[in-house]
């Protein structure tokens, strides 16, 4: 099962204490206390794997080390060791606490400060001064930040297919990407993200979708935030359908109560399992679509020609995406 939405306490080092100490010679009395070293911080870091989340399921505090007491002879203290937290590309994290978004995790290797460490105090050596030549002050070491987060993954793929459940779009992920995912002739086929790759364009296969899901019916909108970040959506339309145009217009709802911005996504209509109903049929549907000002492509996944249209697509998608 995939795991998209967590919650994880997460707490920096705290820093070292200052240390007070003096020079052990005769007659020498000078301050050596070193500072304290500074607590560790919480990094994370992007990962190509979107099972990375599912490790937070049953871990849910994080402490990274806090910083060593400063040392005689003037030497400070161990700084605390870093803590590195993968989580998958597209995660969003969330500061509860101060309701806002503090890290957005956009590409493999990427490193973002979430939690930062405490700086260590200062031992009597840094308050030595000319009327004060055996200071016995010293600082505490701060504390780290703590930070209540929300790990929130939002799948970004160039391509997002969409639709109500059992129209083929893990047929043709799998056609396109040998991407492998279940495919039967039942509702809720898919019940997580699969992702796929064709040449350089990256296709998420997004669960179906059914009224209400918006309001959180059936998947709810579980899977909605994962069609936020794709750059163009393929929106598969069945030809078994009764009413093709009304299954169209509920996908368009649940997107649009979900977030505006979605319906202003570049999109391609796909009218899918063309070779299980007759010409005639296929007509009536063209019409219908194209009555809303849609351009219909019909895709059978067993005829390579229409295959060959969407690979035509996807193509020219690839040559945009160069281009910058």
């Known amino acids: ?14 820093g070292g204490d200052g240390t007070v100490s003096f020079k052990r010679a005769k007659m020498e009395l000078g301050p050596t206390g070193g500072n304290g070293g500074d607590g560790g911080n919480v990094y994370v870091k992007g990962v190509v794997d979107l099972g990375a989340l599912k490790k937070f399921r049953f871990k849910k505090d994080i402490r990274a080390e806090s910083g060593k007491r400063g040392l005689p002879d003037n030497r ?5 060791k870093d803590v590195l937290l993968e989580v998958p590309v597209g995660t969003v994290v969330h500061d509860l ?4 978004i503090i890290a957005e995790v956009n590409r493999a290797g990427e490193e973002i400060l979430i939690a930062k460490g405490g ?9 030595r001064s000319s009327r004060n030549t055996s200071p016995k002050e010293f600082e505490y070491g701060k504390e780290g930040d703590l930070v209540s987060a929300r790990f929130e993954l939002k799948i970004i793929a160039d391509i997002g297919f969409i639709g109500l459940p059992n129209v083929g779009k893990s047929s043709l992920l799998n056609e396109l990407t040998n991407a492998e995912t279940k495919v039967a002739n039942y509702p809720f086929t898919t019940l997580e993200p699969s992702l796929g790759v064709y040449y350089e364009l990256v296709i998420a296969d997004i669960p179906g979708l059914i009224k209400g899901a918006s309001f959180g019916k059936g998947l709810g909108i579980k899977f909605l935030r994962h069609i936020e970040r794709t750059k163009v959506l ?3 339309v069945s030809a078994q359908s009764a009413e093709p145009l009304r299954d169209y217009e509920t996908v368009r709802e649940e997107l649009g109560r979900h977030c505006k911005k979605l319906l202003e996504k570049p999109e391609y209509l796909i009218v899918s399992k063309k070779d299980e109903v007759s010409r005639k049929r296929l007509f009536q549907i063209k019409e219908e679509l194209e009555a809303i000002g849609k351009k219909v492509i019909f895709l059978s996944i067993l005829e390579e020609e229409s295959i060959r249209d969407v690979k035509i697509i996807l193509n020219e998608l690839i040559e945009d995406k160069k281009k910058g």
């Open 119 to 127: 700086k260590g105090g200062r031992g009597n050596f840094q308050f």
């Open 97 to 100: 606490e101060r309701d806002m």
């Open 76 to 80: 400070s203290g161990e700084n605390g």
């Open 1 to 14: 099962m995939l795991v998209d939405d967590v919650k994880v306490n997460i707490k920096a080092g705290k």
């Open 234 to 236: 393929f929106h598969f």
